[in-house]
Nanobody
Framework: QVQLVESGGGLVQPGGSLGLSCAASGSIFSINDMGWYRQAPGKQRELVAT???????NYADAVKGRFTISRDNAKNTVSLQMNSLKPEDTAVYYC???????????????WGQGTQVTVSS
């Protein structure tokens, strides 16, 4: 069994900062891409940022220059540092990791439970 557990999030004023973290646990052989997505009320889930196993990153235009994604392969963790937050960043944030379990030769998508980020004065 593999599971992802997210931490972080909460309420912050515009211009503030927050950090999110997502740790994978269980019977893991390897992890490929990791990423963060978000879903605002009434909207579809959208990509925020991804990071490949070689460290290559990709960001949505809306967050470039403000958010930073990173990973710690030893801890099976992906993090998202969010700076200069805006009200439009308010959403539930989900992490995703592409994982090969130990008892499989295939890669699977695993999602975190989601964490609320609210940017408001």
């Amino acid at each position: 069994q593999v599971q992802l557990v997210e931490s972080g999030g909460g309420l912050v004023q515009p211009g503030g900062s927050l950090g999110l973290s997502c740790a994978a646990s269980g019977s893991i052989f390897s992890i490929n891409d990791m990423g963060w997505y978000r879903q605002a009320p009434g909207k579809q889930r959208e990509l925020v940022a991804t990071i490949a196993s070689d460290g290559t990153t990709n960001y949505a235009d809306a967050v470039k220059g403000r958010f930073t994604i990173s990973r710690d392969n030893a801890k099976n963790t992906v993090s998202l540092q969010m700076n200069s937050l805006k009200p439009e960043d308010t959403a539930v944030y989900y992490c995703k990791q592409i994982i090969r379990p130990r008892d499989s030769t295939a890669m699977y998508q695993y999602w975190g439970q989601g964490t609320q980020v609210t940017v408001s004065s």
